[in-house]
């Protein structure tokens, strides 16, 4: 199949700063605030026409990198470095390409250039993450399609150029035959710092029955811990399941293997253990894909998040016993899309999930929903709406709730995720671009800084 082909003219850089409502806590940091990036790229598509696309993301200190020698500010600057680097990778020539084209032209040099300065693969591949989702907002739009329509018919040119293990596999046929949700689940996430009782009262309020639970790496915390929030789940969420995030927290799979098996002899986690669906990165990235799971991949199936930090993050981690992989728009869409290819070429019991970076309300939490529809996850995990305050004021939160019905509410006087019915509808997404019909106040948004601190 014919993609069309585009040069990039412009790409700008913004941002703009975001106050959490309470604090989270993954792993060892806890966050309060942190800066949302806003990305526009100008494309001129052949024989078409020009047209801007937009996206935007959390830059979340120390999840891309959690080198403990930088502080958290450090690991946001590297963000912002990861797309000022890639911006230039990106507008290094103005040839005709696909979509996925340009990515593929600019992603290797991207990630040895941030390589050059000590800055890790995962946040290497953040700057690429959203001005594709960009470019590609702006090439859906001068077609006039949609998201779902446009991908169906692979207007992205996406193929198994950096994917080798996938070279033969019928790219156009998969993203032909996907079918997208008409809506996603809420997966709801307890935070570390979170009072397991309060989960009681926010079930009476929403209709919840997804839930992704927080570990800390510490077996006796982390079991009674669980055993707080079981009894919430038990008694007021019937039918519910849940997922565990380790945040990199455990040091091996020995250590996991000492907390499943006190689950399993525990009986107040006999109806949890039975609802429990997967595990995400329980070890750190250093030692995640070095050594086999061995009998622990027998227990309960095992994910990769942060240790996906390259294309052939998933086949490595496949063979030594990870049954599945996240998506998440911040690590980039295309290689979501070839992962979950992967899963259609290799059979159960592979699969892939849908995560979370705390999208707020605008393009990131749009877009991301319509990826996690179109790759068919039932449910994904949700967060920014907790977090942060909505819109919190934001002078395009009335355009965004007008021209997206059902997705957002207004009660309360301001403009957040409509939750309470416990999931997200899709079918307002469907309209020209990547899932949106209303666009920010790019004027009103910060050009994005400058990095303060020297990457080494």
Known sequence: MTSPRLRIRAIELYERPVQFTKPFRFGAVTVEAAPQAFVRALVEVEGVGEDWGGTAEMMMPKWFDKNPARSPAETVDGLRRSLHTARDAYLADDRLDSAFGHHAAAYGAQVQACRAVGLPDLTAAYGPALIDKAVLDGLLRALGTDFFTGMAANVAGLDARLTQDLAGFDVDGFLGGLTPLGAVAIRHTVGLLDEPEDLRGLLARERLS???????????????????????????????????????????????????????????????????????????????????????????????????????????????????????????????????ARCAAWGAPHFISAEDLTCQAGLAVQQDTALVALLGIGHAERNGHQYGKGFDGA??????????????????????????????????????????????????LDRLQEPEHQAS
Request: a negative charge; proline letters at 6%; aromatic letters at 8%.
């Open 210 to 340: 997804r839930f992704k639970i927080k570990l800390g790496g510490d077996v006796a915390a982390d079991l009674e811990r669980l055993k707080a929030i079981a009894r919430v789940l038990d008694t007021a969420a019937e039918g519910y399941r849940a997922t565990l995030d380790g945040n990199e927290q455990y040091p091996d799979a020995a250590a996991l293997a000492g907390l499943m098996e006190a689950m399993e002899r525990d009986p107040a986690l006999a109806v949890f253990r039975q609802h429990l669906l997967y595990v995400e990165q329980p070890i750190a990235r250093e030692r995640a894909l070095g050594e086999p799971l061995g009998c622990l991949a027998k227990r309960i199936p095992l994910i990769i998040d942060e240790s996906d930090d390259g294309y052939d993050a998933f086949p490595r981690a496949r063979e030594v016993g990870y049954r599945g992989v996240s998506s998440k728009s911040c690590k980039g869409l295309y290689k979501a899309l070839l992962n979950r």
């Open 395 to 444: 002078p395009e939160a009335g355009d965004f709730l007008a021209a997206h019905p059902g997705f957002y509410t207004g009660e309360g006087g301001t403009v957040r995720l409509a939750t309470a019915g416990g999931s997200l509808p899709t079918a307002t997404l469907a309209v020209p671009g990547f899932a949106s019909a209303a666009q920010p106040a790019w004027d009103r």
